[in-house]
């Protein structure tokens, strides 16, 4: 069973970077496509970013556009979220999930999901 393991969060000032890592555990995911989630204190998960199981085309949600980049590594074993210009909107529990053979939009399946990293932005 492959496990997904997030890192990379932290408590950081509005205008600041983080880069989050999601690490694949126990098989390799090729042709699998990749998401980032993010669940709010008092609210519901929200699509982040996606990225195709090819790993050419990309999905972002309008908050995030401009600000965050979705990535993955030539052995789609670690995905990537660059996030700049950070905001106090952007403090949530930040998930990754993965999806064989899909494309970067959001959808209702996935196959698997990590235990999330926490993002705290103050003002």
């Known amino acids: 069973q492959v496990q997904l393991v997030e890192s990379g969060g932290g408590l950081v000032q509005a205008g600041d970077s983080l880069r989050l890592s999601c690490v694949a555990s126990?098989?390799?995911?090729?042709?699998?496509?990749m998401y980032w989630f993010r669940q709010a204190p008092g609210k519901e998960r929200e699509f982040v970013a996606g990225?195709?199981?090819?790993?050419?085309?990309?999905s972002y949600a309008e908050s995030v556009k401009g600000r965050f980049t979705i990535s993955r590594d030539s052995a789609e074993s670690t995905v990537f979220l660059q996030m700049n210009t950070l905001t106090v909107e952007d403090t949530a529990v930040y998930f990754c999930?993965?999806?064989?053979?899909?494309?970067?939009?959001?959808?209702?399946?996935?196959?698997?999901w990590g235990q999330g990293t926490q993002v705290t932005v103050s003002p």
């Open positions: 126990g098989r390799a995911l090729r042709n699998y496509a």
């Open positions: 990225i195709s199981w090819s790993g050419g085309v990309t």
């Open positions: 999930a993965a999806n064989h053979l899909s494309g970067p939009h959001p959808r209702e399946h996935y196959d698997y």
